[in-house]
């Protein structure tokens, strides 16, 4: 099945368009999912999280405060809730809250500023796009462009939404075989920082799946090894029993001073892809037309940070600049 997949993809490195081209376009909207697929990405990254009436829907998060004008909308301002998840206080309107009618009547917008180049002119819709409406968007962009265009979706607090009846596994693996992609060789990857949910999708899928790992913090579950440890040549391993690869934080990959670490290689030993993210605004000097100084200790210029981790070996790569991913594979 991972021959067939490479066929059906690439054999060269993937470029994932990190919630659409979200340094164009408001994330994780069907004009950013486009705009990425008009760049060439392979993939578009929707992050899932679920509605009251249990349909998954493309948010960052499940508190939709900072990504919809929902504050301004007066019929929902007794929506407002306190909550903890996943051991944080939030403040703020959840998607849990509203059914997915309601939520299809909000207008989705970006948090951060966004990048105004070529056709700066903001084109297509800005609402909150369901998982069905990403993959039909997926499935007619690749019978149109005669490229193989997938869908990389990550779980959102599987365990939180399992926790108040939302479960999310069971309901992403009917989407994909509702679309003829639940199975090893389709462009799908799924991926999440719970371990346990992981390991439910692959009782359910041939999906590949992917285990993210950040390099600060630790996961929300105690139980589960710390990314530390899962970094290792033994934790890698132990990943290799149910997931297809790793999304690893850049700065496990190409340390901030430039040094490359065993991650790629360890994860390659261990039979698994290496996905690193996100090649976004926050951590950079941009290139010529980019914002440029949010964070001048960073690492310099993207497209060349991108080029180093090729050089490095990762299989692919998360970033909000597809057309900058792209350019880079192309020229590698
Ligand atoms: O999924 C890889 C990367 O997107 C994880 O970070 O917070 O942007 O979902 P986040
Ligand atoms: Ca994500």
Same mark, same amino acid.
Not at 95 to 98: A, R
């Given at each position: 099945p991972a021959i067939a997949k490479e066929a059906?993809?690439?054999s060269k490195p993937i470029i994932i368009a990190h919630r659409g081209a979200s340094g164009e376009r408001p994330e994780h909207t069907l004009a950013a999912y486009q705009r990425a697929i008009d760049q060439g990405a392979d993939f578009i990254e929707p992050d899932l999280v679920m509605t009251k009436d249990g349909q998954l829907v493309a948010r960052h998060e499940n508190d939709i405060s900072g990504t919809t004008d929902v504050a301004?909308?007066?019929e929902f301002a007794d929506r407002k809730r306190k909550k903890r998840i996943d051991g944080v206080d939030y403040k703020g309107w959840f998607?849990?809250? !509203?059914t997915l009618a309601e939520l299809k009547t909000l207008r989705a917008k970006e948090r951060l500023p966004l990048l105004r180049r070529g056709n700066s002119k903001f084109d297509g819709q800005y609402d909150v796009p369901t998982l069905r409406e990403i993959i039909t968007l997926a499935k007619e962009a690749s019978a149109k462009t005669g490229r193989t265009i997938g869908i990389y979706p990550e779980t959102k607090h599987p365990s939180y939404f399992a926790s108040i009846g939302l479960p999310m596994e069971a309901l992403l693996v009917a989407e994909l075989k509702a679309a003829g992609w639940d199975r090893a060789d389709a462009p799908? !990857?799924?991926?999440s920082f719970e371990v346990n949910n992981l390991k439910a999708l692959k009782q359910l899928t041939q999906?590949?799946?992917i285990q993210l790992m950040a390099a600060e913090g630790g996961p929300a579950d105690k139980a589960q090894p710390s990314y530390e440890a899962m970094a290792t040549p033994e934790g890698l391993k132990a990943i290799a029993t149910y997931a297809a690869g790793i999304g690893p934080q850049k700065d496990m990959v190409v340390a901030n001073d430039g040094t490359v670490t065993a991650l790629v290689a360890d994860a390659h030993a261990a039979g698994l892809k290496v996905h690193p993210w996100t090649f976004?605004?926050?951590n950079y000097f941009l290139p010529s037309g980019l914002r440029r100084g949010i964070n001048p200790a960073g690492h310099g210029d993207m497209a060349a940070e991108i080029a180093r981790f090729l050089d490095a070996g990762v299989d692919g790569l998360f970033t909000?600049?597809?057309y900058l991913g792209v350019e880079a594979?192309?020229?590698h």
């Open positions: 059906v993809i690439s301004t909308r007066k998607t849990e809250d !509203f799908v !990857f799924i991926q999906v590949p799946l976004r605004a926050e909000d600049y597809p594979r192309n020229r």
